[in-house]
């Protein structure tokens, strides 16, 4: 029987620092270098891909949302095929062990796959917990930031508030309003920072969190439903 790798080595609760940068009205930070996080680092060698197993931890219902273009889009039709991860932000955040450091993983992860030519087999979608404040030109915004190939790494927003909350209760993602003391919204929110591995079929197979936002172990994760995928195809 093959090792089943544990689900997400370290969750950490993503939350505004004051001692970091404040950014006005949902503008998307200028982060120092300082101030970013780089990802983990681990102090082993990540097994190698296809020598483990990625049981099912739960499936999630494809949805309509929108792209930086403004078009409607089916997370189904952007997965069709393709191992998928999937991660949680909303652009204002500027907590260095939360939303910032899930893009910077998705950016390295992109690189890995393009130097490794499986940008074929695997998409990227980055979901904003701010449905209201993050639009199709703030994400585009973004995306610029982070340097997504948009042929890869896709960034949707949903288009109500009610279609944010579906979302999230299919991944099983956690999100609560921050408010100031006057009882105001701070335009900040509370989350466990969460990237979710997805293979063809809209399952859940791994979720990451800081401890374990890892290029390298999610490029092997991947490696590793591809692989499953393949083996299971009738002869």
Request: one cysteine or more; glycine letters at 6%; aromatic letters at 8%.
């Amino acid at each position: 029987m093959r090792p089943i790798v544990p689900v997400g080595a370290l969750m950490t609760l993503s939350l505004f620092t004051p001692a970091f940068p404040m950014a006005n009205a949902h503008e998307i930070p200028e982060w120092e270098e300082t101030y970013i996080q780089g990802v983990f680092s681990p102090k082993f060698i990540p097994p190698a891909a296809g020598t483990y197993d990625l049981p099912v931890i739960r499936r999630v219902s494809p949805v309509v949302l929108i792209d930086t273009a403004g078009r409607r889009v089916s997370t189904a039709s952007l997965m069709r095929g393709k191992v998928a991860v999937v991660s949680f932000i909303y652009t204002a955040c500027s907590d260095r062990l939360g939303c910032p450091l899930a893009s910077v993983a998705l950016r390295e992860l992109q690189a890995q796959l393009l130097r490794e030519g499986l940008q074929d087999q695997a998409v990227l979608l980055t979901i904003s917990l701010d449905a209201e404040r993050d639009t199709p030109a703030q994400l585009a915004k973004y995306a610029r930031v982070f340097g997504a190939e948009p042929s890869l790494w896709h960034l949707l927003t949903a288009p109500s508030e009610q279609a944010l909350r579906t979302v999230l209760e299919s991944y099983g993602q956690d999100r609560v309003k921050v408010y100031d003391e006057n009882g105001r919204f701070t335009g900040r929110y509370r989350h466990v920072l969460k990237v979710f591995l997805l293979d063809q079929a809209g399952n859940v197979r791994n979720i990451y969190s800081a401890g374990s936002l890892v290029p390298q172990v999610m490029v092997n994760d991947i490696k590793t439903v591809l692989a499953a995928s393949t083996a299971d195809r009738p002869n």
